[in-house]
């Protein structure tokens, strides 16, 4: 089970950096245009963003192969979630309030009592 949690740790942070990547480099571009395009998509820093979300994935796969997949996925989308988060706060200057944090504690409340309910039944 320890080795599921950090390949879901790895997964989310690959995936978090990746998907921050290619946010922090689009907000400088129109993208209005096919060779707007073409030219962002050829840039080192978002084909890097790009390998990273594509290897995150192959993580994932291999942590689904070491457990079951109703608690490796609630664990793997949970701790992705809270990098978001975090990352879009720090990083992005993304702004939350109460009902963003009560949110947010209701899914980490769901991730938990599912993951719990994973473990409890033979993980």
């Known amino acids: ?65 070491t457990g079951q997949f109703t608690f490796i996925i609630p664990i793997a989308v949970g701790v992705n979630f809270i990098l978001t988060v975090i990352l879009g706060y720090f990083l992005f200057k993304d702004k939350l309030n109460t009902v963003s944090f009560l949110g947010f504690g209701f899914i980490l409340t769901g991730i938990i009592i599912l993951s719990l309910n994973t473990v409890q039944n033979g993980q």
């Open 1 to 65: 089970m320890t080795k599921a949690i950090l390949l879901c740790i790895a997964y989310a942070i690959l995936n978090v950096s990746g998907a921050g990547l290619i946010k922090w480099k689009i907000r400088e571009r129109s993208l209005m245009t096919i060779q707007d395009w073409i030219g962002f998509l050829i840039e080192p820093q978002v084909i890097t963003a790009f390998t990273l979300i594509f290897v995150s994935a192959l993580v994932l796969f291999k942590a689904l192969s």
